[in-house]
């Protein structure tokens, strides 16, 4: 389900080890990508997405 957050809506996903959200504008085009491990950061306190673009990709892959 879309979480809408002013004019950006997000999908996310969710496995054992990580939390990935993906922030779109209303156009549909990427604005910001989240990625937590919920293993060493269940608080989701450090977004590592930009540290771990493969896993990422991935994460969003499953959002398909």
Do not use: C
Not at 1 to 10: A, M, N, Q, V
Not at 41 to 57: F, G, K, R, W, Y
């Amino acid at each position: 389900l879309p979480i809408y957050k002013g004019r950006y809506f997000g999908r996310a996903v969710k496995t054992r080890e990580y939390r990935y959200v993906r922030w779109n504008n209303r156009q549909g085009d990427l604005e910001t990508e989240e990625l937590y491990d919920q293993t060493l950061d269940p608080n989701e306190t450090t977004n590592i997405a930009v540290q771990h673009p493969d896993i990422s990709s991935q994460m969003a892959n499953l959002l398909e």
